[in-house]
């Protein structure tokens, strides 16, 4: 069981390029979340997605795409590169929740990517 | 004004110290009250889940909420170096796949 991997764990992208991170979980898990990390700003959602088919928009969703084509599987992918983007994403995924509040309905993280954009 | 505010650190003590973290926020629709532990260059890792007000005792470590001040802390008894971390407070309005909101996270050290 490896919970939630990440692919890939660094890049430096130049502006304007594109790129794809994929994030992968084995837990059977319904929801996944696309989140970005920065000094002094903590942890913000940019996509998730409560199911295979959906995604929807986060809080710091421009300039980012998302799919989720099978249960598994979320990809983040980045059109057009700004430094801007330069952060840590994260990708989360949690189970269905049974009604009942219980820690195994809380969010498991991946490892994270480190992105750097000249 | 941020939703939740938490003081980013570091914070700095000996080893076997009593170690108090605190987080506030805004929201009163918050009920789920979370902390993660995220070492250096790894994804945060849940280290207490509380939900509504109370305390939640685990091994060496205890969450409170505090929901009339809308203040939440986490303390750590006899502090080791494998604490050393950065701590991140986090709180959701409902269950489900609702947005959770996070603090910044305040670094520990926990000098040997």
């Known amino acids: 069981n490896a919970g939630v991997t990440q692919t890939p764990k660094f890049r430096v992208l130049k502006t304007g390029q594109s790129m794809t991170l994929l994030c992968a979980q084995d837990m059977n898990h319904e929801y996944m979340y696309w989140y970005r990390q920065d000094p002094g700003m903590g942890l913000r959602l940019i996509h998730y997605s409560v199911g295979e088919g959906t995604t929807a928009k986060g809080e710091v969703p421009d300039g980012y795409n998302v799919s989720r084509l099978k249960k598994q599987n979320f990809l983040l992918g980045l059109e057009s590169a700004a430094p801007s983007q330069t952060s840590v994403y994260f990708c989360a995924s949690r189970p269905l929740t049974s009604g009942r509040a219980k820690s195994t309905d809380t969010q498991y993280f991946g490892p994270g990517t480190r992105l750097t954009v000249l | 004004q941020k939703e939740v505010e938490q003081d980013p650190g570091p914070l700095s003590v000996p080893e076997g110290a009593i170690v108090s973290l605190n987080c506030t926020y805004s929201n009163s629709a918050f009920q789920y009250f979370m902390w993660y532990r995220q070492y250096s260059r790894k994804g945060p890792e849940l280290l207490m889940y509380t939900y509504s007000s109370g305390n939640k005792e685990d091994g060496r470590f205890t969450a409170q909420v505090d929901k009339s001040s809308k203040y939440i802390s986490l303390f750590i008894r006899d502090s080791q170096p494998s604490d050393s971390a950065t701590y991140l407070c986090?709180?959701?309005?409902?269950?489900?796949?609702?947005?959770?909101?996070f603090g910044t996270g305040t670094k520990l050290q926990v000098i040997p």
């Open positions: 986090a709180m959701s309005s409902a269950l489900g796949y609702q947005k959770v909101t």
